[in-house]
Every structure is written in structure tokens, then in C-alpha cells.
């Protein structure tokens, strides 16, 4: 499989070879909606906290008498029927939204994810993505030229783009964090809710392996 390669100014530099058993997978939507599910609901918070009747300040003296007012019954103005009270059955900082999901779903789903960006032409490979100098303006000459090349693929108006850097590329990647509607991730680190989430994504020559390995299956248990 035959996939365009650029050079960083965004030159066609030739062709490279992408494993078909990885980055020409057929689309599943209902693996994809598992995975980016189970990913959002794996990074909330769980922070939020409401005050039940008992927690919230005040309302110690009975409002009125039980009888002879005319009025309904009330014990205390910080019920959950006043305004001001208490809150019933509100979120209390407790509730857990962790999934699972097993490791083959989730190579598999990463690579439907980067076939399909493949497949939609979307996937922009460069041959060597570095700055020397690692300064801001040169990252933005360089996704310029990655929004040049993105403006001529179908259906890709949108300035978003995910760029994939190897580990050691800190100085490259640090230059490109300024620069909005750009999101910079590790190669090693990349799941198939970033790629799902990003119109556009590009990466270098020496990401492919590292991406082709995250893919790879999970090794079967010993029976």
C-alpha cells in the first residue's frame, strides 16, 4: 500500500509503504464509538458535588407550627422543596465513570481510526518534520503548509490538525504548541479518539513503525 510522502515544504518527495493489514482496515462505527466512549468517560473528573438537606447551612428552627397556619407542613427552609435547600439525589463527588475495554478492541480501533484518515486522503506523512531552531515562526510556515496541503483534500475545510512527534523530538514539538487549532502528541501515546477527533493529521516517516507497533495485536494467552 502506496501512500504520498512530502517533504517539510511541502514538496512531493516520493512515495512510502504502509502495511495494509494496519492502515487499510475497513470502517467500523460500532468499535469506534466503544472506544472513543470508554476513553471521554476514563478522563472525567467525577468532581461534581451537590450539598444534600443535611449539608447545606441553616434552616435548624422550624419555619412555622405544624397546625392552625393554613400552610402545608415544613420542617426546616432547607429542604430540597425550598430554594436555597438541599439537593435530592444530586451528584456527590462518589460516582465512578470508568470503562474497560479489552487491548485488542482498542489496537483495532486505533487502526480503523488511522485507515480511515488514510483511506479519506487525510493522513499527510512527512519525510523529516524538524526546526533547528525551534522557534514558533517556523512552525507556523510549516502548518501553513500542512493547511495548503489540507485544503485540497476533500471535505477538509476545517484549520484543525494533529501532529504526531517521536519521543525525543521535544524541542520540535515544544514550537508548535502556540500555534492554535494545532495539538502536538507523542507517537507512542496517540489512541484512536485523538485521530477520530482531528479532520486532519500528519506525522513523520520515522512515526510510521512506532504507530504500526501500537497496532499490532495483543499476544494470545497460553491456553
Known amino acids: 500500500m502506496q501512500a504520498p510522502l512530502y517533504n517539510q515544504k511541502g514538496e512531493r518527495a516520493g512515495s512510502v ?3 495494509e493489514h494496519i492502515f487499510a ?22 468532581t461534581a458535588y451537590a450539598r444534600a438537606r443535611g449539608e447545606v447551612r441553616g434552616g435548624g428552627k422550624k419555619p412555622w407550627r405544624q397546625k392552625g397556619t393554613g400552610r402545608a407542613r415544613h420542617g426546616s427552609i432547607r429542604s430540597p ?14 460516582e465512578k465513570y470508568e470503562k474497560k475495554i479489552n487491548a485488542k478492541m482498542r489496537k483495532k480501533a486505533l487502526g480503523i481510526a488511522l485507515s480511515q484518515r488514510v483511506r479519506e486522503g487525510a493522513a499527510i506523512i512527512i519525510d523529516n518534520l524538524t526546526l533547528p ?33 517521536p519521543s525525543g523530538a521535544r524541542e520540535a514539538s515544544r514550537a508548535f504548541r ?9 507517537d507512542r501515546l496517540i489512541n484512536a479518539a485523538d485521530i477520530i477527533s482531528f479532520p486532519v493529521i500528519s506525522f513523520s516517516q520515522a512515526s510510521i513503525a512506532v504507530v504500526e507497533s501500537l497496532v499490532q495485536s495483543a499476544p494470545s494467552r497460553p491456553k
Open 25 to 46: 482496515l475497513p470502517w467500523n462505527a460500532a468499535l469506534i464509538h466503544q472506544t472513543v466512549e470508554t476513553y471521554r468517560a476514563n478522563h472525567r473528573s467525577g
Open 81 to 94: 422543596l425550598w430554594i436555597g435547600g438541599g439537593v435530592t439525589h444530586g451528584p456527590t463527588a462518589e
Open 178 to 186: 502556540n500555534v492554535p487549532g494545532v495539538e502536538v502528541k507523542e
Open 17 to 19: 509503504t504502509l502495511a
Open 133 to 165: 531552531e525551534g522557534k514558533t515562526r517556523q512552525a507556523v510556515e510549516v502548518v501553513k503548509m500542512l493547511r495548503g496541503l489540507a485544503a485540497h483534500m476533500p471535505g477538509r475545510t476545517s484549520r484543525r490538525i494533529l501532529l504526531l512527534f
